[in-house]
DNA sequence: TTCGTCTATCGTCGATTGACGATGAATAGG
DNA sequence: CCTATTCATCGTCAATCGACGATAGACGAA
């Protein structure tokens, strides 16, 4: 709710990403499990709760602490849904990564021409 | 050299990138210091030496171990100038964790209708 | 040769991470 | 009420990370 209009406004929606902010973005994925997580949020488009730990294959307490991570740095939004949370990606957080990694190829790659 | 004419043959350039792949690269950019080398070698495309360490504000030994893992991740590479090392980005390597944010990207959000 | 510069490696230390089981809280259903 | 389900938290353990100083190797210059 609060990157609504984020696009309309020039200036203040990019304070020029952290080293810090992108190399906690990067911490966050830096982990085969919380990969693997992502990319099941990513087919099944529909938050899961407890299917994350079968499909893992880890502790439930293990798998709850990478989500806590994963939360924790914005990579995902639970959504309670008694007695079940319902996990989402958010796709937004994972912009200032984008943007450093975006910038590498236009530095490193003359014309990628592709559009 | 290896990935010349990698565009023309269509399966084995793309070996849908492992999960552990992914979470190596994510790894090798998850600490401050090597966000602001990759920073470094991206504005100063002129590769550089020593000055890295004078940048970051680490020890040399310090410096040199992240340096390290950038290359054993292949995100940088180190060309012999003796007495120096010139270093470079090889922004190929960090395309399988480009294309997983851009997968969350476009799932993520309904029509970026650029281009 | 000797000196100075630039890097890489080694060893060590404290701090952090990743994994687990056990426990606890909140809720739906009997 | 009690029970089952789902998730978070705690405590503990081994393993890894990050930083440093010290040392060694490779070369250019004097």
């Known amino acids: 709710m609060a990157a609504?209009?984020?696009?309309?406004?020039p200036a203040p929606a990019r304070p020029?990403?952290?080293g810090d902010d992108i190399a906690a973005l990067a911490k966050a994925l830096a982990h085969p499990a919380r990969i693997h997580i992502v990319r099941l949020l990513?087919?099944?488009r529909t938050c899961i709760g407890c299917d994350i730990v079968d499909e893992v294959g880890l502790a439930q307490s293990t798998v709850s602490e990478h989500l806590r991570i994963l939360k924790a740095a914005g990579i995902i939004t639970g959504e309670i849904e008694r007695p079940r949370i319902c996990y989402s990606l958010n796709p937004a957080s994972l912009r200032p990564l984008a943007a450093l990694l975006d910038a590498?190829?236009?530095?490193?790659e003359p014309e990628p021409s592709v559009c």
Chains 1, 2 share one sequence.
């Not at 609504?4 to 406004?9: C, I, L, Q």
């Open 4 to 9: 609504a209009t984020a696009r309309s406004v």
């Open 16 to 18: 020029a990403p952290t």
């Open 42 to 44: 990513l087919e099944k």
């Open 104 to 108: 590498v190829f236009e530095a490193g």
